[in-house]
């Protein structure tokens, strides 16, 4: 495995540490700080990552290709039409379409990250879902959500850079 960055290895002892943490959901707890401190997480971060970067790099490694694309486009689409006067959160996400983009599986994770740079959008889920990372956790608005987001997947090479909308 390629060197890791100390950043990745402190988010990976982090998500370890929220993981178990029953304190986790406490405002006046401060899971980062307890993170840092926790001696033990750091190799434990370290062989997770280990663990988890060829099956990533399988999973995400693999650029979206024609027929997925144009699978997505279709289910976008379908979505898209169905939700467009919906205001049920709930009625958005469990549409068909939308859950059918969820089972394509991570392969699709940097279309949407595109849908999502270009459109914005209720792709929070699926991307919840699809990547098992809740990098919105914490925002309070939907602009705070999608540029977590999109930073997030910059930060994995999944989309490229994009101009600030």
């Not at 490694?61 to 976008?76: N, S, V």
């Not at 979505?79 to 089972?103: K, M, R, V």
């Not at 889920?125 to 997030?152: F, H, K, P, S, Y």
Request: net charge negative; proline share 7%; aromatic share 6%.
């Amino acid at each position: 495995m390629p060197d890791v960055p100390e950043a990745a290895i402190a988010a990976a002892a982090l998500a370890i540490h929220r993981a178990a943490c029953p304190l986790r959901d406490d405002p006046d707890h401060d899971c980062a700080r307890d993170a840092a401190h926790e001696e033990m997480l750091i190799p434990r971060a370290r062989a997770a990552l280990e663990a988890a970067a060829p099956l990533l790099a399988e999973a995400w490694g693999a650029k979206p290709d024609d027929e997925l694309r144009r699978r997505f486009a279709e289910l976008r689409h379908d979505w898209h039409a169905a939700t467009l006067f919906e205001s049920n959160l709930e009625h958005i996400i469990l549409d068909l379409s939308y859950q059918q983009i969820i089972g394509l599986g991570p392969r699709v994770v940097p279309l949407v990250l595109e849908d999502l740079a270009g459109k914005g959008g209720h792709w929070f889920w699926a991307l919840l879902v699809l990547t098992g990372n809740d990098e919105a956790r914490g925002e309070q608005t939907m602009e705070g959500a999608r540029q977590a987001w999109l930073r997030w997947g910059r930060g994995q090479g999944l989309i490229p850079e994009v101009p600030s909308a």
